[in-house]
């Protein structure tokens, strides 16, 4: 059986909105947020726009602004507190910052997958409000703190997220994968050994 047919088997359920899903307890690593309870025979995930969970390795928090239709990815290290925003959209940046605080976290960077406005105008402003760098790829010739290409890596913490070049739905595409097994492109993420995403 290979990792992904593992993982397909570890998801119980999976709504297709994002507004639930259910994770079987065989992985005795895998640690809800507190905001979780478990519920026998599956942790349930209950918010429609928050989606949690926490492993020793990684904070990560699924966002989605209905309006748009768009899902914000945050990352945090447990041992730093250190954290990265994925395509931050404008009309949620005040929320998703007040989570970051909420949860104790300093964001690092806001990253951008790809050259779209409502993703861009987002990350500006977590800069203000936080002071972290932005970052998007070279090639979709957009102004950011830090311009990635293939094989560049993002550190925060003891994470990093090392940059694949992804042209297609933008040409200046990049998707963010973590050695820990975390892939992040536009509007999906796939957490191996975890959980599994398709957004």
Do not use: W
């Not at 949690?52 to 899902?71: E, G, N, P």
């Not at 595409?173 to 975890?194: D, G, M």
Request: hydrophobic share 35%.
């Amino acid at each position: 059986m290979g990792k992904v047919d593992g993982v397909l088997q570890s998801v119980r359920h999976f709504s297709k909105f994002g507004r639930s899903f259910r994770i079987q307890k065989q992985h005795p690593h895998l640690q809800p947020s507190e905001s979780v309870k478990p519920q026998s025979p599956a942790l349930e995930i209950a918010s429609r726009n928050l989606s949690s969970f926490q492993t020793q390795l990684l904070i990560f928090r699924q966002l989605f602004d209905h309006i748009s239709s768009t899902y914000t990815y945050l990352l945090a290290c447990p041992r730093t507190k250190e954290c990265v925003l994925v395509d931050p959209v404008l009309a949620q940046a005040k929320r998703d910052f007040q989570i970051t605080q909420d949860l104790g976290l300093s964001i690092k960077y806001s990253v951008n997958t790809h050259m779209h406005a409502d993703h861009i105008t987002g990350t500006g402003y977590l800069r203000v409000l936080s002071g972290c760098k932005t970052v998007i790829s070279k090639a979709s010739g957009a102004d950011a703190d830090i311009h990635v290409q293939e094989d560049d890596e993002i550190a925060f913490g003891t994470q990093k997220l090392k940059v694949l070049s992804t042209p297609g739905h933008t040409n200046g595409c990049v998707t963010y994968y973590s050695p820990e097994q975390v892939t992040f492109h536009r509007n999906c993420a796939k957490i191996l050994k975890y959980a599994y995403f398709l957004i």
